[in-house]
């Protein structure tokens, strides 16, 4: 059984850093795609970043330049690295993985995911 677990989240001001985690259990394929997603109170889920099993990573246009995503341990960590936090990075985090590359992933949907830790940016 597929399981994630995100941790990280909390509150920060306006400029600052975080760097949320997420481990994985149990998945057993030999390709995979994983990413973290984000979803605001009132808005509907957006991807913020993946990675491919091949290494190469897609960001939204909202954190190019201040986001990045990682992996370690092979799959079985996956990490976020927020700076130059905004109060419209505030919201409720995930992290999912699938088994198809990520173009497919994005577009079909990732089939496991984690059950959010929340990220709040004060102004």
């Known amino acids: 059984q597929v399981q994630l677990a995100e941790s990280g989240g909390g509150s920060v001001q306006s400029g600052g850093s975080l760097r949320l985690s997420c481990a994985l259990a149990?998945?057993?394929?030999?390709?995979?795609?994983m990413g973290w997603f984000r979803q605001a109170p009132g808005k509907e889920r957006e991807v913020v970043a993946m990675?491919?099993?091949?290494?190469?990573?897609t960001y939204a246009d909202s954190v190019k330049g201040r986001f990045t995503i990682s992996q370690a341990n092979y799959r079985n960590w996956l990490y976020l690295h927020m700076n130059s936090l905004k109060p419209e990075d505030t919201a409720m985090y995930y992290c999912?993985?699938?088994?198809?590359?990520?173009?497919?992933?994005?577009?079909?949907?990732?089939?496991?995911w984690g059950q959010g830790t929340q990220v709040t940016v004060s102004s």
């Open positions: 990675i491919d099993s091949d290494g190469s990573t």
């Open positions: 149990g998945y057993s394929y030999s390709t995979y795609c």
């Open positions: 999912a993985a699938d088994i198809r590359v990520c173009r497919e992933a994005a577009k079909r949907g990732f089939s496991f």
